[in-house]
């Protein structure tokens, strides 16, 4: 078993598997009926995408499944990033967060369909045509809350502020990610951040929202298994049932 | 969005593919035309229902109303001679 490609399979499973898990969380809530379809369709390609990269991880492990990595791994065992664990605070926080991982699922997924793995290759390639599409609509709405009134413009800058000290994780490097650049995997995350500045500051700046300064948060991240005091209610109600119910199928 | 607007009303029109005719499929409310092309696009077209969408503003469509329903239709139901399918075609004509 490789641990280190196991690792960056579930970086990315778990990633995808969280922000779908914090959507499905809002599902019927959104301030209009076309936004909650819309908004839950984005968390269901999401669940897509941690399925495929949780099938291969358990292949990867070997003699467990993707739902098994799903239901029945403690916190420590998870690999998701801070920003996913982040709560839906409001419309602003959700549409925020969603951005600001639209543009960096954009360019990691560009980046992974050139991995010289074929599964994560493959993956990545179906993948990027649904975060594309994400992304547009994400950045739409930054723009339309932006220039929208003067509260929406106060409420997604607060937003973007609070979230903005969860962003520095994406782009920091562990040994997965070296591991990932050396075998020609897939990027290390510190390369991408030049790019995502560039995706990131322009639809801000025409949104009226100021570009918060970039502080270092903390040194510990949810992709070496530490992770914020929101994670263990999340697996707490996501896992409540298999853990209740072991065989319980459809 | 404390209050109850929901933004415009749209009407949605699908092409099923490449060459078809638009057809009308149904509704939605957006504040703009972008957000009602992405609306559209997630509430018509998740199962292949089609390739192509145009959208209007409902308020767009001229529309002909039902008070108008006897002067514009009622005076064409005794007129079967208007259908093709009233002639007797002569013997010998061809190329119908």
Redesign the interface.
Known sequence: MNNKLLDFCLRLGDTSLILSHRIGEYCSKA?????D??IT?VGLDLLGQAESFLKYAAEIKGNTTADELTFKRKEKEFRCLHLVQTPNTD?AFILSRQFFMDCFHKLLFENLISSKDETISGISKKAIKEVN?HL??SS?WMT?LGLGTEKSNEKLQVAVDELWMYTDELFIDNETDIFAKENHIGPLSSSLKKDWSELVTPVLENASIKVPENNLFSLKYGKNGFHTEYLGYILAEMQHLPLLYPDAIW | MANDDQGILWEVFLRVKAGRPFKHVGSLHAYDKEMAMKAARDLYTRRNEGNGIWIVKAEDIVSSEASDGEAFFDPSDDKIYRHPTFYKIPEGVKHI
């Open positions: 301030p209009l009926l076309e936004e379809l819309a369709n419309f599409y547009k609509r739409e339309r």
